[in-house]
């Protein structure tokens, strides 16, 4: 599956960003997907995730209320529509999937694949 993440860009705080991961090769229905950001000097870090077990979806409790993950499968994408936004929320943001188990939904070596990255910069 190769992944190609976009969407990013600067949006004041309190804005809206629409973060959007197409994939091509496979279809991502087939697979859990997960969104993870990272800023310079940290690890990456889990913001959310749509299990391929139960369908369900997870989020970190620091976007929780303010991002949704959500799959558009006619067009084969993954999606993270994130409000509310906080200079906090400024990472690169990744899309990633795989056949991850639940204890691994939230742990980015539980997914397989994964885009390039998209920058998103909340200024305050």
């Known amino acids: 599956v190769q992944l190609q993440a976009s969407g990013g860009g600067l949006v004041q705080t309190g804005g809206s960003l629409r973060l959007s991961c197409a994939a091509s090769?496979?279809?991502?229905?087939?697979?859990?997907v997960g969104w993870f950001r990272q800023t310079p000097g940290k690890e990456r870090e889990f913001v959310a995730a749509l299990s391929i077990s139960n369908r369900r979806a997870y989020y970190d409790d620091s976007v929780k209320g303010r991002f949704t993950i959500s799959r558009d499968s006619a067009k084969n994408t993954v999606n993270l529509q994130m409000n509310s936004l906080k200079p906090e929320d400024t990472a690169v943001y990744y899309c990633?999937?795989?056949?991850?188990?639940?204890?691994?939904?939230?742990?980015?070596?539980?997914?397989?694949?994964w885009g390039q990255g998209t920058l998103v910069t909340v200024s305050s």
């Open positions: 090769g496979r279809t991502l229905s087939d697979y859990g």
């Open positions: 990633a999937a795989g056949r991850a188990i639940l204890s691994m939904i939230r742990n980015p070596l539980g997914y397989h694949y």
